[in-house]
Structure formats: structure tokens, C-alpha cells
């Protein structure tokens, strides 16, 4: 995949999948977006253009395994099967598409992004102040509500800092800067993101270890956040705790994994919109039609309030998966940080992993950001070659552009 056609497509999904997503004038852009990448990468490898790509193979088979599997054991409608298994693919889809066919990135296409960055969060200011009121509450029309304000801002700084060629005190500092526009609309989650951020950008200066050192900033950021979030999580899971949707649909969880040995539920049964619009008798089974959002027929669907509880329609299977997703994501790091010494692109990987985690707490992973995660997380696992100098301030001038179209820097994308 070109670097110019890849930089086209990744600033039209931020603009009109992310930050005017809400607008609704393609709804299921997302979801395209994921199969069109998927296709092309099983197109790429079936022309044989690029290698055979073992994880993106392995993934394609596990996730039709747990689709025959549901259709095998019915675990609800076939139209909520399929909707469920697209919905849930579309991070492993983007991920694993892109991990094959590494778009091929020149410092360019960088500051491209770079500049790009600055225009998304400027509009990211110009939404809140067209419509300040009432930021906590998603609705439905309104850009950015919600959470989504907060988590674009952690994105869009991600992206800037990946897209810098300096690791400066500076480009850490307008990194932060730009993430921290999401106090316009904070959540707790934000605020773990945040601090997660902080500690990564500054205090980490090499792979991570298991030392005294990375144990100190690890418990230092955990203290502080939980401070920050101490009344949400009281609200959620001390307080009605029997009467509220996230806590009963984390507890309840287990009771499934225990009776849906190894392989979980199936699709379109737990913590999820498909589990809803076509309705699961998995609430029935285990009473949670008796709670206010997950009641059938109630037009509130608090289904999919977090993400951990999906682990109920995969099994220990999928959890262990999950798990080993992480492990083959810390080895990619690892091994690229050994071959080139960039920590910048290993503390991205890491902000990333941070936010994915944090949000799944009590977010859906498979909306529409996740895509832009996915995303930033591939671009910062595969090598290339920096040759150009490019200050993160310097992004505010045109300077740099004549200066990077003359050298034609040819950073070719190479995978080792």
C-alpha cells in the first residue's frame, strides 16, 4: 500500500468516521473500512505481492471458527451471528490487514499526518464550542459526546507524537498538550489514559523490564488514578450495585464462562448491541432481563456499557487469545526497538496497548476509534528507515515542506 494513498484514506476516516461520525451519512463506514483492508491484504498475499502473513492466516481461522461454532450451536439468530461477528472482527480486521501489507510510510507522509493532527484537534475545539452542553451524555446527532471527545484528543495526540521525527522534551510536552484537550468533556477513563500517557512519554527510556524503577511509576500512576476515579467507580460498582449494567454484566460473566466450557456462548449472546436488537435468551437464562438497559424491548441498551464481559460468548478459549494477542503485540516491540533503538515508536505501542485496556473497561473496543488504535499501533510495530530531521514545532510552518519534497527521502518499509 503507497504512503500517499494510505495518508488520503487514514485523514478521511479521522474526518468523516471519527470526528463526523455522529452526522450519520454513512453509518457503516467503520465497518467497510475493516473488510476493504482485510480484502485487500488476502488479495495482496493470493497475488503473492507480499508474503503469506502467518498471524493475519491464523486470525482469518480462528475467527471462522467461532462462527461455525455459533451457527452450531445457535447461539441466537443468523442475521445477529453475522452482525456480531463483522462487529467484533473489525479491530483484528484492521490490525492484521495492515500488520500484511505495511503501508509503505516516507517522512512525507509523516509530516502530512503531523500537520493533519493539528487541524483534527483544532476541530475537535471548534465541536465543543458549537456545542458545550451537556458533554457527558452521548447523544445521538451531536458530534463528540460522550466519551468520544476525550478519547479522539488521546488518539490525535498518539498520532502526532508517532508522526514527529524528534523524541524532544518538546514534542512530549505538545503531545500531552493535545490529549489534554479531552478535559472538555472528561471521563475516568480519559484521566487513566492521561496519566498513563504521562508516565510513558517522560519516565520510560527503554523496553520495559520488571525492576524497582518501572514498579515505582507503575504503583505512583495507579495511586493517582484511582484517586481520579474514585466516585465513578463507586457510583458503578459499590453503589445499587445489583441494579446497575456494568457490574451485573462483569459478574454474571463468570457464571457463563463456567457453563459454556471452553468456547463461551457464541456470537450475538453477551455484552453486545446484536445481543440486544436481536435478544438473547442468555439474559433470560441467567436473570439479567430483570435489569434497566438489558430488560427486552427497552429502547435503552446498556448491552455493550463495557467490554471484558464479551469474553462470555468466546470462553477461557477467547480470553486466552486475547492474552496472547498482547504477548505477540510485546514481542513485535521488543523485536523492533532491537533492531532500530526507537524507543518513541515502542512508547506509542504502549500508549496504545494503555488505551485499548483503559477503554475496554467500560467501552466497547469494535466502535469506530478503534479503527484509528489499530491503526497507530501497526505504524508503530514495523521498521522503516528515518532519514530527515523534523522538529515537532515546526509543524505550525510550510518551511519544512520544500525542504522534505526535494530530498525525496526514500524510507522504504521493510519488515525484519
Known sequence: MSGTFFCIIAILYMLFGVLFYELRVFTYVDEVVAIAIAIYASWQIFTRRVPLNKPFIIWIAISFFYLIYSFVIKSNVPAAIVSDFIMQSKPYLVFFGLMCVKPKLERRHFNILQIACWLFICLVILIYIHHPEDRVVATTGVLLTGEALSAVSILIGALFYLSSDSNSFWTKVCTILIMSVGVLSPTSKFWGILISAIAILFFINRPIKISLKYIL?????????????????????????????????????????????????????????????????????????TIWGLDEGNQYHFAADAYYPIFAQFGYL???????????????????????????????????????????????????????????????????????????????????????????????????
Open 217 to 289: 511509576i507503575a504503583c505512583a500512576a495507579l495511586v493517582v488514578i484511582f484517586f481520579l476515579v474514585k466516585d465513578e467507580f463507586y457510583f458503578y460498582f459499590i453503589e445499587d450495585f445489583e441494579y446497575n449494567t456494568r457490574p451485573m454484566l462483569y459478574l454474571t460473566m463468570w457464571d457463563v464462562l463456567a457453563d459454556y466450557i471452553p468456547c463461551g456462548s457464541g456470537f450475538a449472546t453477551y455484552a453486545n448491541p446484536a445481543s440486544m436488537t436481536w435478544y438473547s435468551p442468555i439474559y433470560t437464562k441467567y436473570n439479567l432481563d
Open 318 to 416: 477467547g480470553m486466552a487469545l486475547f492474552v496472547c494477542f498482547f504477548i505477540y503485540i510485546f514481542k513485535r516491540m521488543n523485536n523492533l526497538y532491537h533492531l532500530t533503538e526507537d524507543i518513541k515508536r515502542y512508547k506509542v505501542a504502549l500508549l496504545i496497548i494503555a488505551y485499548i485496556l483503559i477503554q475496554a473497561t467500560s467501552n466497547s473496543l469494535a466502535n469506530e476509534r478503534c479503527i484509528i488504535a489499530m491503526t497507530i499501533l501497526v505504524l508503530s510495530l514495523y521498521q522503516y528507515r528515518k532519514t530527515t530531521k523534523f522538529s515537532a514545532l515546526n509543524s505550525f510552518g510550510l518551511d519544512f515542506a520544500g525542504h522534505s519534497f526535494n530530498t525525496q527521502s526514500n524510507e522504504g518499509t521493510t519488515d525484519k
